[in-house]
């Protein structure tokens, strides 16, 4: 692995000033700049993209409910994990997303390896986009279904393999927001083609939600599907068997994941997702600060319209000074397409001695030959933070 440079060695990283210690002429330290083994670095690294991970209010609910109830959830939600805080989370969910019952987890991961083979099983048939994420994938394996790729976003490739298959049960999945492109899934022509197809749809939307829509809701809302308000007349009654899921420890800065949908279908996910069943449920500390941060995303708006107007900068300022590829994204994830393995890493190099830190994204994450440098901006970031980043980048260049 060494030798075909893919060996990963983790840094150790902190915020560089506690954040509750932040002085007012600070705040642009807040989410931004970290301490990455031992050296100050302004990072373009985290999926923090609403910059909530540090926020105060946050911060206060959890060390509240701490005090509240304790620091462990003690058992698994379905014996005695399930606290007044998690009751309270899951119904905030659900109204943000505005589907009728959501259910909490305490990872995304864990959710989708629980949730695919609660869907589907032996003789069931699975159309996966080529570029899904791990999660969705070891679900899918885990299910014992039958699993067919389609390439990504490619929906007649999608169209035809549903066409051909017999099996009782079909079962589309999908990424919302790719995580290593940023590309966005059309939702729309997916739920028209499972309706078509007979088929159930999965969607993962952990880089859409607290990004997408007007309030956060995330992908349903950015093509009008569904919003804070409900369900869209033209959508109504043609959700039963889409199946939303979105993760809490990136845009909303916490942890854990909630999937949405039929109340139905909720349930019998909860009785039969087994890292569900057979995990100790997430501290209730853990649910009241999702609490907080479901509240800031939903009410404050500004987040996103700096966290757009971030990425217009960064295209911009890109565009034509270095000699990478930055591949187009409407969302908070920025990838800057480098190609080899070994240039990446020189260039994450590079970025680091001027004292910025971009991960650099290799095989078997992303395709053979498209090592990339994922930037990640998130509304924490001021516009010279950004001007910072592009000017590292086209010394790195040179
Ligand atoms: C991060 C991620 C997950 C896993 O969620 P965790 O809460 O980090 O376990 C699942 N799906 C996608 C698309 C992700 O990017």
Redesign the pocket.
């Known amino acids: 692995m060494a030798q075909a440079h893919l060996l990963r060695r983790r840094r150790v990283v902190a915020p560089l000033l506690p954040p509750q210690d932040l002085a007012a002429d600070q705040e642009h330290l807040r989410g931004t700049t970290y301490l990455i083994n031992g050296q100050q670095r302004l990072s373009f690294g985290s999926n923090d993209y609403l910059g909530l991970s540090q926020h105060p209010m946050v911060i206060a609910a959890a060390q509240q409910a701490a005090s509240r109830y304790g620091v462990g959830a003690t058992a698994s939600p379905l014996v005695c994990g399930h606290s007044p805080a998690h009751e309270a989370l899951e119904e905030e969910l659900a109204r943000l997303v505005g589907l009728p019952r959501a259910l909490y987890f305490y ?3 864990a959710a ?1 390896v629980g949730l695919v083979p609660a869907l589907v099983g032996k003789g069931d048939a699975i159309f996966s986009d080529v570029l899904n ?1 791990a ?1 969705l994938i070891d679900g899918a394996r885990l299910s014992r279904a039958d699993i067919h790729v389609f390439a990504h976003r490619d929906l007649n490739a999608l169209a035809q393999a549903l066409a051909e298959s017999t099996a009782e049960r079909k079962l589309v999945i999908t ?1 919302a927001v790719f ?1 290593m492109d940023g590309t966005i899934a059309d939702v729309p022509a997916l739920l028209t083609l499972c309706e078509q197809h007979d088929a159930w749809l999965l969607i ?1 939307d ?2 859409g939600f607290g990004v997408l829509g007007a309030h956060g809701e995330g992908a349903l809302a950015h093509w009008g599907i569904a919003t804070m308000d409900g369900v869209a007349p033209a959508w109504q009654g043609r959700l039963d068997r889409l199946v939303y899921m979105a ?1 809490l ?2 845009a909303a800065g916490v942890a ?2 909630f999937v949405a949908g039929h109340p139905d279908v909720v349930e019998w996910i909860m009785q039969k997702a087994r890292t569900y069943m057979f995990a100790t449920a997430a501290p209730a500390m853990i649910a009241e600060a999702l609490r907080a941060s479901v509240g800031l995303i939903a009410t404050e708006g500004w987040r996103r319209t700096h966290l757009a107007s971030l990425r217009e900068q960064l295209r911009t300022g890109l565009a034509q000074a270095v000699p990478w590829d930055l591949w187009p994204s409407d969302t908070a994830i920025q990838p800057l397409v480098i190609g080899r393995n070994e240039a990446a890493l020189l260039v994450m190099g590079a970025l680091d001695r001027s004292g910025v830190w971009v991960p650099a994204i290799r095989p078997p994450t992303v395709p053979k030959g498209t090592a990339r440098l994922r930037i990640s901006l998130s509304s924490a970031h001021t516009e010279g933070q950004v001007t910072q980043l592009i000017e590292a980048l086209v010394e790195a260049a040179r």
Do not use: E, F, L, P
Request: include cysteine; hydrophobic fraction near 20%; charge should be negative.
């Open positions: 990872a995304g991961y989708n994420h999660c990424d995580s993962d952990a880089h993760t420890g990136k854990g994941a």
